[in-house]
């Protein structure tokens, strides 16, 4: 049922005051359908859990949020298994019950905040592991038709950070339940970041999944604010992938700026690292900043307005642009 002019501050981690004209929400397949009759062509926005957006204003439309649930485990053999999850669940939660069940492939993704619907649809990565490493398919409901598809690894189109779902196919589809395909067996990945430093930290020398995914959590909370306690989106920039030839350009003047190798092409630059050298890390104008502890996150410390926080991240766009050559961008979804 569709209930009018209603408060959004509850379903954006940015914690943002603004209301949309007609809301609803659907925990099942059956009442999507029912509601996209009703909603015909106004102006529709299906919403997870609220973490990857930023409003900018009232919403003159339609939102509909997504809290289809479900775990279930669909295949298993001696080596893998595979689980079919509601689009509506939530990320974090799901990870800490493969961990509770012995299934490895996503501890290093741990703490990402949203829904499970979501992390296909980004393609979430955290860690050196991404969503398309352990991605088996999905279903979605197409918008227009009212008809479910099923997607598979190769129909996502995942990139960094990317999915058919953000690209040619942005707004068309509602997703409602994926499969992920999970190891039994413990092979871990801690190379990346400081995860061997936090299990040394521990004096862990055989490390489990769970204790992979502890650490994971311990670094994340160290850097990032907790959005109940004061609003974020998490990593509000993508870390850009620039041409080795501009790289080393760029090395010449920066002796330090650190990279990832991408392809024999292509490095990545982190996107937290050129805020910070340009003196953004920490910042606060009236209610909304930088975090102090992770350049990548804006926040909203009180009651700031979306428009603040984007005008924000548009200074610091330029800025990074004027200073190194490299344009930024949003990870954040900005919704007008």
Request: glycine letters at 8%; hydrophobic letters at 40%; a neutral charge.
């Amino acid at each position: 049922m569709l209930q009018e002019n209603v408060n959004l501050k509850p379903f954006n981690t940015f914690g943002i005051t603004v209301h949309s004209k007609y809301f609803a929400t659907f925990s099942s397949i059956k009442v999507l359908q029912t509601l996209l009759s009703e909603v015909k062509d106004r102006n529709l926005l299906i919403l997870g859990g609220g973490s990857n957006v930023l409003f900018q204003g009232d919403y003159d439309g339609v939102i509909l949020r997504n809290e289809i649930k479900g775990i279930e485990l669909i295949q298993e053999t001696d080596k893998e298994v595979i689980l079919k999850v509601g689009a509506g669940e939530n990320w974090h939660e799901l990870v800490l019950h493969a961990i509770k069940k012995g299934w490895g492939g996503i501890e290093n993704l741990s703490l990402i905040p949203g829904s499970v619907g979501a992390s296909p649809m980004q393609n979430i990565g955290a860690y050196g592991v991404e969503i398309k490493d352990v991605f088996e398919s999905l279903e979605a409901l197409e918008i227009a038709t009212g008809q479910i598809r099923t997607f598979s690894h190769e129909d996502c189109q995942f990139g960094y950070r990317e999915s058919v779902f953000k690209k040619e196919l942005k707004d068309k589809f509602v997703i409602t339940s994926v499969n992920y395909k999970l190891r039994r067996s413990s092979q871990l990945n801690t190379s990346y970041g400081a995860i061997e430093e936090e299990l040394n930290l521990r004096k862990i020398t055989e490390p489990s999944i769970k204790d992979v995914s502890d650490a994971v959590i311990a670094i994340r909370q160290s850097k990032l604010p907790d959005p109940k306690k004061i609003g974020n989106a998490g990593s509000f920039f993508k870390n850009p992938v620039i041409p080795t030839k501009q790289y080393v350009e760029l090395q010449k003047r920066y002796a330090n700026i650190p990279s990832y190798k991408v392809d024999e092409l292509n490095v990545k630059v982190p996107a937290g690292w050129l805020i910070d050298q340009s003196g953004w890390k920490g910042k606060t104008i009236g209610d909304y900043g930088v975090h102090k502890r992770q350049a990548l996150v804006l926040v909203n410390y009180k009651d700031a307005k979306g428009v603040d926080i984007l005008n924000l991240s548009e200074q610091i766009i330029q800025d990074i642009f004027e200073g190194y050559g490299i344009k930024l961008e949003r990870e954040v979804n900005i919704i007008h």
